[in-house]
């Protein structure tokens, strides 16, 4: 064991133990499948295995570029919005779009460069900076650029460091009922 590992707070190492056990779950629901069937056969709606491996790294990529304005005293919705369903859909389609070409091989190099980054942050977190909080791109109070704010206007740095195992799942979860039907 690390001396970094001994320093983790209890908050620290179960957080750090549901990130890597949704990754596990990520790889382990996409484990077999041959280079074909994760590039063109549609899981959610249009988006293949290779979509979706873009899509998890980039809305992380996110939750953190939030985490670190919020923990700067900002709030990152003020000056970039994702609201609506046009705009997460439009979102999601233009990065899907940037990673679309991408080998597997290097969205699963970038899928472990996220993980690793993830790790970095939880660890570095103090146990005071997850009440911390910021309108993020997707609240109403980034649209309107709400001044006062109410808690409800805000999401806090534990809300998005959860974001990220959990979106991880959501989407294992998603690859794991399109494998049973396909049986």
Known sequence: MSEQDN?????QAAFLRRLTQAKERLLLAIDGLDPATLATERVVGEWTIKDLLGHIVSWNEEFRANIEMILAGEHPGHDHQISEEDDFDGWNQQIIQQKRNWSFERLVADLERDYQEAVNLIIRLQPEDYRK???TPWKQAATENTKTLAKEDTDSV????TFHWRHMNQHARQIE?????RK
């Open 7 to 11: 320093t983790k707070t209890a908050r």
């Open 133 to 135: 909080r910021g309108v």
């Open 158 to 161: 534990e809300t998005l460091v």
């Open 177 to 181: 009922r399109w494998r049973k039907q």
